[in-house]
């Protein structure tokens, strides 16, 4: 398994946790997904094997924030 912490912006509130943590974590190897308001980031652990970092990070943005 893969780990990564990614920055993400845009996200404020409980809606914003639901949304990155419910898509994220319902893409095929993706076994763990934190989102942490604070800090602005995503803590993602995933299998390289079955999810590409890059379809992680399109997932974020398609629900509607900036990955850096």
Known sequence: MEKVTLNVQGMSCGH??????GSVGALNGVSNVKVHLENGTVDVEFNKN????????????????DVK
Do not use: L, N, R, S
């Open 16 to 21: 914003c946790v639901k949304a990155v943590e």
């Open 50 to 65: 079955v999810v590409t970092i890059d379809t992680i990070k399109e997932t974020i943005d398609d629900q509607g924030y």
